[in-house]
């Protein structure tokens, strides 16, 4: 008698916990402090509280390996790709033109690239794919889609219509080793004491994806942008504005700083420089300033001056001693 043979299923693979190999790299980081390499998240706020604003800033930051909001630096540079739906061609150029010019950027020299198809569907099967080849074929490494409301016809208050768009951008993130950017909006009534994510419009589902999430919000004292992280610890919440007076350079500024050292003689951060490289490898701009409370500009001067000095050099990941 035969034994009709049966469905052969490959075996669901498991590892023992002690082979798995330990983490060899820390947190990896685009813009330090801001949003994970490779993250996929949120820039939550409500209607007119500058998220395309801090979107395209990003963008610029990564396309030109300068700071983000001159104070967040980026570690891992690289071509960006933008889709802002409900703004005009020409109003994207000159707010990223103004963001240039505000750091002495050619603007014609910027790896920053526009889709500029007239709508993007995200639940269409032809436009997801229609972005995976663009991604690919410019070599993006950071996305941003501004807002979400516009790149879908899903329910957004239905967990499971929500799960099949997140979803595709987690695959393309994972295909890619990409950074996604989403600008969504939070509700009109948020219940006071409530978290930031749990502002959000739509499924819950939304504040539990993101990697990296920010979320910008009005109070009495102006706009104030706050940070979270799946996998590292939370900075502390920053105070920003748009800077109008020149109309040809309209950017997000950072308005509060850490507070001064006691001494702020060029000689002394010196030394504190020096000493902060002593006691590690290699330090990035922003944790020395961190580190040290000095201000952002005269902490570039004196690292600037140290490295025409020979005593200092910059390296892919930051600032380290030479040996003497």
Request: aromatic share 4%.
């Amino acid at each position: 008698m035969m034994v009709p043979a049966r469905n052969v299923r490959s075996a669901l693979p498991v590892v023992r916990i002690g082979e798995i190999p330990p983490q060899e790299t820390p947190r990896r980081w685009m813009i330090e402090g801001l949003w994970g390499a490779s993250a996929v998240g949120l820039v939550g706020g409500a209607p007119k509280s500058c998220k395309s604003w801090l979107g395209l800033d990003m963008a610029v930051s990564v396309a030109t390996a300068t700071a983000c909001l001159e104070r967040f630096e980026v570690l891992e540079p690289g071509v960006a790709l933008v889709y802002l739906a409900e703004d005009a061609l020409s109003t994207v150029r000159e707010r990223v033109s103004g963001i240039a010019r505000r750091r002495g950027l050619d603007l014609s020299r910027i790896e920053l690239h526009v889709i500029t198809a007239p709508s993007l569907r995200l639940d269409r099967a032809e436009d997801r794919h229609q972005l995976l080849e663009a991604v690919r074929r410019l070599g993006a490494r950071f996305l941003l889609l501004d807002p979400l409301v516009r790149l879908h016809g899903a329910d957004e208050n239905n967990a499971t219509e929500m799960a099949q768009l997140l979803s595709y951008l987690r695959d393309l993130q994972r295909q890619l080793d990409l950074s996604i950017v989403l600008v969504h909006h939070t509700r009109k009534h948020v219940p006071s004491g409530a978290q930031a994510g749990q502002g959000l419009r739509g499924s819950s589902d939304l504040h539990a994806f993101g990697d990296s999430n920010l979320y910008l919000r009005r109070t009495k004292e102006g706009l104030l942008l706050s940070m979270e992280h799946r996998a590292a610890a939370a900075p502390e919440p920053v105070a920003l504005d748009l800077v109008t007076a020149d109309s040809t350079r309209i950017h997000l500024e950072v308005t509060t700083q850490p507070p001064p050292p006691r001494a702020q003689s060029k000689a002394r951060i010196d030394e504190a420089i020096l000493l902060a490289l002593q006691e590690a490898p290699a330090m990035t701009r922003s944790r020395l300033r961190d580190k040290l409370a000095v201000n952002n500009e005269r902490l570039g001067e004196v690292l600037t001056q140290l490295e025409r000095e020979g005593k200092i050099e910059r390296g892919p990941d930051g600032w380290r001693r030479v040996a003497s």
